[in-house]
């Protein structure tokens, strides 16, 4: 089924299918009301290290992509990551990939994206 990404703090549509929020951290400002989320896959989230070192600093994604893959394939990520693949195969709809990063190209739900497309 295909797989998008979308802020949370854009409105929830049905186009949006099966939500699920792929942010170790809860979004700040969104009630998990609002949020309307069939799942937070918490743990799929880079690591606090990682996502410290990335710092939000668009010249460093290119780095933080290969090490946060590396992560996906090897860390504790890696059940998380099994699971969402199996959840994109299980529902005979449309899976939005819900991140709260305010760059909306540079960010761990593209990374998650494009390993889940390739499946």
Do not use: C
Not at 5 to 32: C, F, H, M, Q
Not at 36 to 65: A, Q, T, V
Not at 75 to 90: A, D, P, R, S, V
Not at 104 to 112: D, G, H, L, R, S
């Amino acid at each position: 089924m295909p797989v998008q990404t979308k802020r949370i703090y854009e409105e929830a549509n049905k186009k949006d299918g099966v939500r699920v929020l792929v942010d170790r951290v809860w979004p700040r400002g969104v009630s998990k009301e609002d949020a309307k989320l069939d799942y937070w896959m918490k743990e799929i989230g880079p690591s606090s290290d990682l996502r410290k070192w990335l710092g939000h600093d668009p010249d460093k994604y290119n780095e933080f992509k290969k090490k946060y893959k590396q992560e996906l394939e090897d860390g504790e990520q890696q059940e998380e990551l099994k699971k969402l693949k199996e959840l994109t195969k299980k529902h005979n709809k449309n899976i939005t990939l819900v991140f709260a990063a305010k760059d909306e190209q540079n960010n761990q739900a593209k990374v998650i994206k494009e390993i889940v497309d390739r499946q």
